[in-house]
């Protein structure tokens, strides 16, 4: 048998990762899903939109990103060598943008000329925003009112961007609310409208066009690991939100057998709390945003909203492909707790200099675990996903620390 293209294969023509993925949208919105696929499949073997993308991700995104060696993390784990992919170098901060350039460049080519998009905290509005400001074209963010009050830099630089914000009260006014507004305005505004989404998850194609998209960074790590060590890792590692960052490190090391890939997700007050975002670990399959996926559901089957210290991590679902990943066992998804993370990003910036988001601090958190079980001959690769800007002020407050 030919083991090779095991894993590269999916999704399958259904858009499905083994029992998960697929798409499950309403008739109306099933001719646009099938049309963006067929564009995306044409854009993809189309030699001048990889040269466009390629070329803006150089200049105006600032890849290829670093790859780091964390010398005094790795002397304080006292284990495997640690390295960072530093995607938090990227332009707005994080690897969203990634994906937002890929998104909005097909947009332009299938002649849309309006983008709307969905956010939480507000990385993927903020970035969204910005590609569209660079193109001059119209963007409307869906945003839960809830999270509107709560994430107001972001706001405000969305709106600096030229973005329109739409808080959306149904529901509890946070992310799955806000994605089902956007999703409901798609179907509305066909005609003219893009929907950029924000991870690796919706109907297909989204789950694996965002992660094709992500792709970029395993490539790369790839390709700095083999230079630098002239091998490849034993284990990569990433927080995971609705799992974009992950996928898009591990997708280019799936074929590779000895790597072991280890996604981390936010165990908030701890999963027995039922207050955390773990899909994986504390959730059960059902369906949500057009894709079956392991999510966070009670027992007639209604939503429940994820809790972290890291609104970027706080999704109740998770993208499909980690779904297959997980019961297949080619991944292992651990979990970290809101004072894990906050204590990992402390120790980040001390023994690096480098303020990590909350978001990759889960990763931080557990890397030490990783790298001690490995010891010292062993090599990880961490995608530090973010910069923690954004965060030092929700970190003061969870410190105590009155900075206003
Ligand atoms: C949005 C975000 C995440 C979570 O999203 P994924 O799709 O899981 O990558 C993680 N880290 C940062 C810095 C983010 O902005």
Known sequence: MDTRNTWNKWPDESGRFG????????????PLILDLEKEYEAAKADPEFEKLYRGLMQDYVGRPSAMYFAERLTEHFDGAKIYFKRDELNHTGSHKVNNCLGQVLLALRMGKTRII?????????????????????PCTVFMGATD?????PNVFRMKLLGAEIVPVSSGTGTLKDAMNEALRDWVTNVHD???CIGTAAGPHPYPAMVRDFQSVIGREAKAQIMEREGRLPDVVMACIGGGSNAIGLFHPFLEDENVRMI???????????????????GG????????RTYLLQDGDG???????????????????EHSFLKDTGRAEYLTCTDKEALDAFQ??????????????????????DVARELGKDGLIIMNLCGRGDKDVFSVAGHLGIDID
């Open 19 to 30: 029992e998960f993925g697929g798409r499950y949208v309403a008739e109306t919105l099933m």
């Open 117 to 137: 998009a969905e956010t939480g905290a507000g990385q993927h509005g903020v970035a969204t925003a910005t590609i569209c400001a660079r193109f001059g074209l």
């Open 148 to 152: 509107v009050e709560r994430q107001k």
């Open 193 to 195: 409208t893009f929907y």
């Open 263 to 281: 996604g981390v997700e936010a165990s908030g007050h701890g999963i027995e709390t039922g207050e955390h975002a773990a899909a994986l670990n």
């Open 284 to 291: 059960e399959p059902g369906i949500l945003h057009g894709n």
């Open 302 to 320: 209604q939503i429940i909203d994820a809790h972290s210290i890291s609104a970027g991590l706080d999704y109740p679902g998770i993208g499909p």
């Open 347 to 368: 120790l980040c910036t001390k023994l690096e200099g480098i303020i990590p988001a909350l978001e990759p601090a889960h990763a931080i958190a557990r890397v030490g």
